[in-house]
């Protein structure tokens, strides 16, 4: 599953590192970060930024691997831990959690989100890297027809700019914005004040 997330995600990963945020970015946390996809490509495209992943013990091993494989050992590192129990690493310029929300219902998500504002020191950014559901929860039909199979499978669905916006302000975070990024994919960027 994890391999085959990295082939889906990784892409995805190269043109998140062209947005300017991230070069904004020294300290990037990657909470559930997986195989490292994400981390590692935006630390590929920017040399100022340093990522720590946070994700299961298994998991772990995995990003590990990939990391030293793409030649990121200096800049990327694990750290294990389960992202509703275990302590995150603070004082991030930025969190990013990466196809997380869409797994989890609302109140699960608003955990996550105040999570992920004690971690990020004033002015920082949390981003989530998501498929957007439109606000008529409508379209577009593949982000539609994948949300129906998180409905199914998983506690989550798709959100909407509008439900991504009231999860994040409740959280403690202002600012949200969206940013189309790779295919169906957007960034959804809050900003700690």
Known sequence: FIAGMH???LAAGIRLAKLSVFSHI?????VAGGSG???CAIAAG????HATILDLPRVGDIAEANI???GLSDRVK???GNMFEDTWPGDQDAVLMGNIFHDWDVESCIKLAQRAFEAIRSGGKFLLHEMV???TRDGPLSIACFSISMLLHERGKQYTPGEFTEMLTKAGFEDVVIEPGFGYYSLVCATRP
């Open 37 to 39: 996809s994400l981390s």
């Open 78 to 80: 694990v750290v294990r």
């Open 133 to 135: 559901l439109n606000e």
């Open 68 to 70: 030293e494989a793409y």
């Open 26 to 30: 020294e300290k990037l946390l990657d």
């Open 46 to 49: 920017n040399s100022n930024l």
């Open 7 to 9: 082939r889906m995600t």
